[in-house]
DNA sequence: TCTGGGGTCCTAGGACCC
DNA sequence: TCTGGGGTCCTAGGACCC
C-alpha cells in the first residue's frame, strides 16, 4: 500500500458491547440491569399479561442441549458466559431472565451499524455480525476524535454502545478493543506495548486458543510478555515452525495483516444437534428426515446467495462427542438439493456409525458464483 | 444433568501428472 | 543401483473464531 517504510497504520478494532443482549433490551428496557441470558433452542417468548406487563421465562426453568449465546453484564458478574452449556448457566443464575434468540433483528442492527461506520470510514474488513476491522490510516482527523465520532455514530444509528482499540494493526487493535469494554476506546502505539499487552495472558492473542495456551502454560509461558522472551527453539520444539514464528511475531506485538474489504466464502453448511442422540439403525426414518432437511436448506441457501457447491460433505458428531467428516467432489457443482442430498447420502455411507449420533451436518464448499459457472469447464477437462 | 451453529485456515498423506 | 522431484487435487482431521 502507500505507506510501506512510513508512517504506521492506524487500524481500528471495532466490537459491539454484548451484542444480541444489548438488542434486546432496546425492545425489552423494563429488562436494563439485569442478568439476561440469550440462547438455548425453543426458548418460550415472553407473554404479555392482561395488564400489558411481560412475563419472561427464567433460565432455571430450561431443559435441553442449548448453550449461552451471550448474556448481558449483569449475567457475566453470576459467571455466565457465551458458549457455556444452558443448565450450568442455570445452577449459577437460576433467576436470570432467558431470552430465544432473534437473529433476525441481530442482523438488522448489524448492518445498521456497518452502514454508520461506512458513513465515516469506507474501509470496513467485516468480522461476524458484531465484529469489524477499519482501515483509518487515510481519514482525515486525530485518532480519538475519530475513533469517538465513530462511537458517536454507532449509538445514533442504532441506540447500542461500542467498544473501539486502535493500533497500528489489526492483531493489536483486538485485544485493545477489550481492554475497556464496555464503551471502551482504546489508542495503543508500538511504545505502548511493554506496558499494556505484555502484563495480558497469551489467551487474548487472537489466534491463540484453549489448546496453545494450555501447551505454553506447560511450558511455564503464561502472559503475552512470558512469551515474548520465550526461546524460538523451544517454541519451535513444541508448536512447529510456522506457528512459533508467529507465537513470537504476535508477542512482539507484530502483525501486516491488510484489512480485507470483500471476501467470497469458501463454505456454506447446515448442521443440527438432535434433541437425544440418535442411533443410524434403530432410528434410521427420524435421521434421514433430519438429513434431507438440512440438504433442502443448504441448497436453498446456495441458491439465496447465488453460489454452486462442487464439493458436498457431511459432518457427524458422535455421542463421545468426537467428530468425523466425509466429503467427496462433484464432476459438476450444484445448488440442486436432490443432488446434494444423493452425495452426502454416498458420503454418509463411508463414515462409521456404530455410536450414536448427536449431530448432523451438511456442508457444501468449493464454490463458485452461479452465473459464472456454466458447466464448460468440466467438459474442457472431460476433452483433455 | 456438560458442551450450538456457522465459519476460516492449516496440516498431512496419497493420487496423479509431467 | 535403491528407486527424481515438483505441483496440484482430494480427503480427513483439528484448532480457532464469532
Request: glycine content about 8%; charged content about 25%.
Amino acid at each position: 500500500m502507500s505507506n510501506i517504510g512510513c508512517a504506521p497504520r492506524r487500524i481500528a478494532h471495532l466490537d459491539m458491547d454484548a451484542f444480541y443482549a444489548s438488542v434486546e433490551l432496546l425492545r425489552y428496557p423494563e429488562l436494563r440491569g439485569q442478568a439476561v441470558v440469550i440462547g438455548g433452542r425453543s426458548v418460550h417468548q415472553p407473554v404479555v399479561e392482561a395488564d400489558g406487563r411481560r412475563q419472561f421465562a427464567k433460565l432455571r426453568d430450561y431443559v435441553g442441549r442449548g448453550v449461552v449465546t451471550t448474556s448481558t453484564y449483569e449475567a457475566r458478574a453470576l459467571g455466565v458466559f457465551s458458549a457455556m452449556g444452558m443448565m450450568k448457566a442455570a445452577r449459577l443464575a437460576p433467576d436470570a431472565i432467558l431470552l430465544p434468540a432473534d437473529f433476525d433483528s441481530y442482523r438488522h442492527y448489524s448492518r445498521l451499524f456497518k452502514a454508520a461506520v461506512a458513513e465515516l470510514a469506507p474501509l470496513i474488513e467485516d468480522r461476524g455480525i458484531d465484529e469489524i476491522y477499519i482501515d483509518l490510516t487515510d481519514v482525515p482527523g486525530e485518532t480519538v476524535t475519530l475513533a469517538q465520532r465513530i462511537k458517536d455514530a454507532v449509538r445514533d444509528a442504532t441506540g447500542l454502545s461500542c467498544s473501539i482499540g486502535v493500533s497500528p494493526n489489526k492483531l493489536l487493535s483486538k485485544i485493545c478493543s477489550e481492554l475497556d469494554k464496555p464503551n471502551g476506546l482504546t489508542v495503543l502505539a508500538m511504545a505502548d506495548i511493554p506496558a499494556r499487552i505484555w502484563p495480558l495472558a497469551a489467551r487474548k492473542i487472537n489466534g491463540i486458543g484453549p489448546k496453545a495456551s494450555a501447551k505454553l502454560a506447560a511450558l511455564g509461558i503464561e502472559s503475552i510478555g512470558d512469551l515474548s522472551q520465550a526461546e524460538p527453539a523451544l517454541l519451535q520444539a513444541h508448536f512447529g515452525l510456522a506457528y512459533a514464528e508467529w507465537l513470537h511475531a504476535a508477542a512482539h506485538g507484530r502483525d501486516e495483516r491488510p484489512v480485507v474489504t470483500d471476501s467470497e466464502p469458501k463454505s456454506i453448511s447446515r448442521e443440527t444437534t438432535f434433541e437425544r442422540d440418535l442411533d443410524a439403525v434403530r432410528d434410521r426414518p427420524r435421521l434421514s428426515e433430519i438429513f434431507t432437511d438440512l440438504c433442502v436448506r443448504l441448497g436453498a441457501d446456495l441458491r439465496r446467495k447465488g453460489y454452486v457447491s462442487a464439493t458436498i460433505g457431511i459432518k457427524l458428531r458422535y455421542d463421545d462427542f468426537r467428530i468425523a467428516t466425509r466429503d467427496m467432489t462433484l464432476p459438476v457443482a450444484t445448488d440442486d438439493p436432490v443432488q446434494i442430498r444423493r452425495a452426502a447420502g454416498e458420503c454418509l455411507r463411508r463414515a462409521p456409525l456404530e455410536r450414536k449420533l448427536r449431530l448432523l451436518g451438511v456442508r457444501a464448499g468449493a464454490l463458485s458464483r452461479r452465473d459464472e459457472a456454466s458447466g464448460e469447464e468440466p467438459v474442457q477437462q472431460m476433452l483433455l
